[in-house]
């Protein structure tokens, strides 16, 4: 009669066991990258929300320095509120004149170039200040590739009268500059968990 080894079976795994391992590995993966993603997430929102309070601190300056608020050429003869964003015309035209990059003219709005905005340098159209050459300023972007929309009291009322995040007409009170981002689906949900304000 044949004699299993008992040193033998006791090493070896039986294919159950072995099951059982990996599908405890697969779910523990699974829990990490879950937590991970929503780690990532709360960051890029940290980060937007950082960069909204820097741009409404900037303007504010901006207005403690010189008496008014930085708007661009276009939009300080309006007698409503401005909305801009942070990419193309109006918006890069914002970013210069708090960046101090404005170009040397007699209406410079910034004539002493003083840089009262101080963001990080974004990559691939994100997280930040994108150049196309040089000081060129192409855009401000928010961590998920949108610009930011720049609310500012152009009729010096202290206050914003279009919140894009309320229903029906209730105004921001008592503020000259409002900076928000729709956040990672990129859709206004009324102020809901995905969007990211300054106020």
């Known amino acids: 009669m044949k004699r299993r ?7 070896a795994f039986t294919l159950v066991e072995l099951l059982v391992v990996i599908s405890i590995i697969a779910v523990l993966a699974a829990a990490g990258f879950a937590g991970a993603k929503a780690a990532i997430d709360k960051a890029h929102k940290v980060k937007a929300r950082k960069v909204c309070t820097t741009v409404d601190q900037a303007v504010l300056t901006f207005y403690d320095e010189y008496g ?22 109006q918006g890069v035209e914002l970013l210069n004149i708090l960046m101090g990059l404005e170009s040397d003219s007699d209406d410079m709005l910034n004539p002493k170039k003083i840089r009262f905005l101080d963001v990080p ?17 192409r855009g401000l972007y928010d ?25 029906g007409s209730k105004p921001l009170r008592g503020r000259r500059v409002g900076t928000y981002t729709f956040g990672k689906n990129k859709q206004n949900d009324r102020g809901g968990r995905d969007d990211v304000k300054s106020w």
């Open 121 to 137: 340098e974004g990559k691939n159209n994100k997280d930040g200040i994108i150049y196309s050459s040089g000081d060129n300023i």
């Open 143 to 167: 961590p998920w590739g949108q610009p930011y929309h720049v609310l500012l009291d152009s009729n010096y009322d202290d206050t914003l009268d279009n919140n894009p995040f309320a229903t």
């Open 68 to 89: 008014h608020l930085p708007l661009p050429t276009s939009a300080a003869s309006s007698s409503q509120d401005t909305e801009l964003t942070t990419t193309g015309g």
């Open 5 to 11: 080894s008992l040193r033998h079976s006791a090493l």
